[in-house]
């Protein structure tokens, strides 16, 4: 059964380093999105991308985060300049259409020391 | 912004025994998504509801949305030890975005 995949799956940073964490969508999926979740809290919306262009973003996404399609299967997530509060599991999610489920990658665990 | 209460917070029962996990929306629900959480793992999709009055099984576990569509429920019949897990109520935003909020969880533990 597909299924999205996501690398690495642990990440430890120095503050202030940039990391990139990649997915791979499961492949007819037309619609992609990351989510993270703090230790402890809930999981939350970051971003949405659709068409090759970001739909939607929440208060988190500043401008430190990007996401990029750069070929046909990856999805990336990039922090530029990560901080203490940027550790947290990272979930990749896909989904093919509209309204049909949204499928979720095992996550990557960040931790920025 | 849309908000969910899930219910209870934590949840222990005996194996075998049947149980109930509450999800509440602020707001009506465009769809309501049900994931089972390993902790520290991914979401693991388990049902998703749409239809004021609809419910889904899927071998043991039983959800359902209410006719207002603002409250679902998530029923496990005869529990056993593999349910144990977090269990989270996502809603859908409407449109075409479809991005989902979700509760906080209910940790379930099911002891042999």
């Known amino acids: 059964e597909p299924e999205v995949t996501q690398t690495p799956s642990h990440q430890v940073t120095q503050m202030g380093q940039e990391v990139i964490l990649r997915c791979v969508p499961i492949?007819?999926?037309?619609?992609f999105y990351w989510y993270r979740q703090i230790l402890g809290q809930k999981v939350e919306f970051l971003v949405s991308f659709y068409n090759n262009e970001i739909s939607e973003k929440s208060e988190i996404f500043d401008d430190q985060f990007s996401v990029e399609r750069p070929d046909g299967s990856n999805f990336t997530l990039k922090i530029r300049s990560t901080k203490l509060e940027d550790s947290a599991m990272y979930f990749c999610?896909?989904?093919?259409?509209?309204?049909?489920?949204?499928?979720f990658g095992p996550g990557t665990r960040l931790l920025v020391l | 912004s849309q908000e969910l209460e899930q219910s209870p917070q934590s949840l222990i029962v005996q194996e075998g025994k049947n149980l109930t996990i509450n999800c509440t929306s602020s707001?009506?629900?465009?769809?309501l998504y049900w994931y089972k959480q390993k902790y520290g793992e991914g979401l693991i999709f388990l049902m998703m509801?749409?239809?004021?009055?609809e419910e889904k099984s899927h071998e043991k576990i039983t959800a359902k949305l209410d006719e207002k569509k603002q409250q679902s429920s998530l029923h496990i019949t005869a529990s056993q030890p593999s349910h144990a897990g977090i269990y989270l109520c996502?809603?859908?935003?409407?449109?075409?975005?479809?991005?989902?909020?979700f509760g906080k969880g209910t940790l379930l533990t099911v002891n042999p």
């Open positions: 999610a896909s989904r093919p259409g509209l309204q049909e489920t949204q499928y």
């Open positions: 996502g809603a859908a935003s409407g449109g075409s975005n479809y991005k989902l909020t």
């Open positions: 509801l749409q239809k004021g009055g």
């Open positions: 707001k009506t629900l465009y769809g």
């Open positions: 492949s007819n999926h037309l619609y």
